[in-house]
């Protein structure tokens, strides 16, 4: 098995590559520098000459906030780009992994959301990963669509580390408190993209670490863990300073991963501490 890796300085392609080495998998990454996904013939040429397995795209945009205000930029990469590399997939005989979002969804509804249940995007970053689902089951047939949320990891910046910069320099912080969702560590998700890559078993996933929580009680977890003592302000997200609408509720049912027989990412509380024994 050969693995190739898009958006490679990414954190979530930056763990892949190495839960990869550590299990003697061959891997390659690439990032922006040896691959623009947005140039169809140089995506086609570079996974042919690379000669994958199958290729866990990793690479995209994934700027929330500003994707609102370029959204030509978000779907070149996240749409065009994600569409090329389903092409150039099918086109080498490789298999491909496209990583999706929690923000496919609108939030309504009040059960975890199954692979089966209706997406209705409420931004441009959610609109822009939707479409990129289609065109990869469009045009790679030996696909797995894995939906996931709240990804922090040791590579690149996240809410964990924002938030311990924050204790850092204040005494209190404002949190959301009303919009609940599932941190996932990318490690850990990681493994299980690689144990997908594995197998024949294609089709849409959905994949975080279990448990839910608000970003307030994430924040307030994060904090215990440090053992600092800044108090976190809970406050609904109205008074929070975005004008990008996001989903207030986004918890992500796991039956697709019990039904093909893959195992479940273990607690996000149990994923965050592992994760900050390394900071």
């Known amino acids: 098995m050969k693995l190739l890796v898009t958006g490679a ?19 390659q990454g690439a990032d922006i520098r040896e691959l623009d996904i ?3 013939p140089a995506a086609a040429d570079f996974i042919g000459q690379s000669r994958p397995d ?17 959204p030509e930029r978000c779907e070149a990469v996240n749409v065009l780009g994600s569409g090329n590399i389903a092409r150039a997939c099918a086109a080498a005989g490789a298999k491909m992994i496209y990583i999706s979002t929690d923000y496919v969804f609108n939030g309504e509804a009040r059960v975890p959301y199954d692979t089966g249940d209706e997406p209705a995007p409420l931004n441009v970053y959610g609109r822009t990963k939707l479409l990129g689902e289609h065109l990869t089951a469009q045009y790679c047939p030996r696909s797995f669509i894995v939906r996931t949320s709240w990804v922090f990891g040791l590579h690149g910046n996240n809410f964990v580390k924002n938030i311990l910069s924050a204790a850092s320099q204040k005494n209190e912080i404002d949190v959301v408190c009303d919009q609940t969702g599932s941190p996932t560590y990318t490690a850990d998700l990681a493994g299980l993209l690689i144990d997908m890559a594995f197998t024949e078993k294609y089709g849409l996933y959905h994949a975080t670490n279990e448990g839910l929580c608000s970003w307030a009680d994430f924040a307030q977890e994060i904090l215990c863990l440090a053992g600092l003592k800044t108090r976190v302000n809970r406050i609904p997200s109205s008074r929070y300073p975005s004008k990008v609408p996001r989903p207030v509720y986004s918890a992500l049912s796991k039956r697709s991963l019990d ?8 607690p996000w509380q149990d994923a965050l501490e592992r994760f900050m024994a390394l900071l």
């Open 259 to 266: 039904a093909a027989g893959f195992s479940r990412l273990p």
């Open 38 to 40: 947005t140039d169809g």
């Open 9 to 27: 300085d990414g954190q979530l392609g930056h763990d892949v590559l190495a839960v990869a080495a550590a299990r003697g998998v061959r891997a």
């Open 54 to 70: 199958a290729v866990i795209h990793c690479a995209a945009y994934t700027a929330v906030e500003r994707a609102q205000g370029e």
